[in-house]
């Protein structure tokens, strides 16, 4: 593993960032304070492969690989979070089970969609009663006639309202336990789904967060993606390259909030000098510099493991809990860099402040991350 991107990389990250730098950061408040998805720059994104790069390129597919795959989510982050949650979502829970399991029928029918935008991708997953516990799930799928049946409520679903298809993990056999769960896509214009007014949230709220709701949703067989009783082992899977997008974006929310710092610090004054001048704010800047770089190359690394095909379900679980608890950590001393004024919207480090909150909790908390991790050490798989 090299610490130099290639010249591509380099060439990816600067076009991702000039697209943020103009589309994105002038309207980031605005898409917090609205609480609505930019849907206009759906089709730049898409045209610059933004929305197809975990799509392969028989499907229409940028097929980036996991580094680009992070540089682009940290970059988006890097100014607009909600922007950067919706990617990172459509990306690694959307677009990667189908490119991954789907038969050829499924990919072509659902894969170009994704990658154009006019679909983004979503995995239901999380239930008002179950979210770190995956076997604790209570939504079925029961065959019926050929078909599936699905009833039950999924919650906290990103960008449901902004799919024509969702990924659903079902309980699919109640006696077979680990075998017992399936996934299944189910068209979000089928009879029975629900898709509810989105989620209050304290931050990212531009990136639409719905309850889903499935009463007796009739769905043919050939939508089971996947094996039968495999859907437990495949949202694990899901679930470890989505913590590279999270550790990721954790990373392009605690690097604005850092060059936000940076400006500040370098143009107030206090007592006839500029604050960059104390040494209290230094070491601010000096910590928040080695922490940012640090899960960076956390980051880079469980993505370089995943793009060469080796396991990384510990460097992905270390990556997303480092970054997601150091974003935090980094956000917070930037309010108080700007002291009153980080603390006013009218100053981005307040945003940033709330999007890095939901870090820790999205795609396994840091409670569950050490669980993994220690798992992973104990070799108790």
């Known amino acids: 593993m090299g610490f130099q991107l290639s ?18 950061k002038p309207r980031a408040r605005e898409i917090d304070e609205s609480a609505e998805f930019p849907v206009d720059l ?26 680009s795959i992070a540089i682009a989510i940290e970059e988006i982050g890097r100014v607009c979070g909600s922007t950067g949650l919706s990617v990172a979502a459509h990306t690694s829970l959307g677009c990667f089970p189908l490119a991954r399991w789907g038969t050829p029928e499924q990919k072509g029918r659902w894969l170009p969609l994704l990658g154009s935008g006019a679909s983004m991708g979503a995995l239901c997953l999380t239930e008002p009663g179950a979210g770190s516990d995956l076997r604790g799930v209570k939504a079925r799928g029961v065959r019926d006639r050929g078909d599936w049946v699905i009833s039950g409520t999924k919650a906290w679903i990103t960008n449901a309202s902004l799919a024509k298809v969702l990924v659903v993990y079902l309980q699919t056999d109640p006696e077979a336990g680990k075998r017992g769960y399936s996934m299944l896509l189910v068209e979000t214009d089928r009879p029975g789904v629900t898709i509810h007014p989105k989620e209050k949230k304290m931050g990212v709220r531009g990136s639409p967060t719905h309850q889903v709701s499935f009463d007796d949703v009739r769905v043919p067989a050939e939508n089971l993606l996947g094996e039968e009783g495999r859907g437990l082992q495949q949202t694990l899977e899901t679930l470890d390259g989505g913590r590279i997008g ?14 936000e710092a940076v400006t500040y610090a370098r143009e107030r004054t206090a007592f006839g000098r500029p604050v960059a001048d104390f040494q209290a ?38 990556a997303k809990l480092y970054a997601s608890e150091m974003a935090e950590r980094v956000t917070r001393n930037a309010i108080q860099i700007l002291g009153s004024y980080g603390y006013s919207s009218e100053y981005p480090v307040e ?31």
């Open 246 to 259: 999270i550790g990721a974006l954790a990373v392009g929310i605690a690097q604005g909030a850092l060059e």
């Open 7 to 24: 010249e591509e990389q380099q060439m990816f990250r600067s076009a991702v960032r000039a697209l943020a730098e103009k589309e994105l």
């Open 351 to 381: 945003r940033m402040y709330r999007d890095a909150r939901l870090m820790t909790i999205g795609e396994g908390t840091s409670e569950v991350q050490r669980l993994v991790i220690a798992r992973q050490v104990l070799k108790r798989y």
């Open 42 to 67: 759906i089709p730049k994104m898409a045209e610059m492969g933004l929305l197809s790069m975990a799509i392969p390129e028989e499907c229409d597919g940028a097929d980036v690989g996991a580094i």
């Open 281 to 318: 704010i230094q070491w601010m800047l000096a910590d928040a510099e080695t922490e940012i770089e640090a899960a960076r190359l956390l980051v880079r690394r469980a993505a370089w493991l995943k793009e060469h095909g080796q396991r990384f379900t510990r460097e992905a679980a270390m």
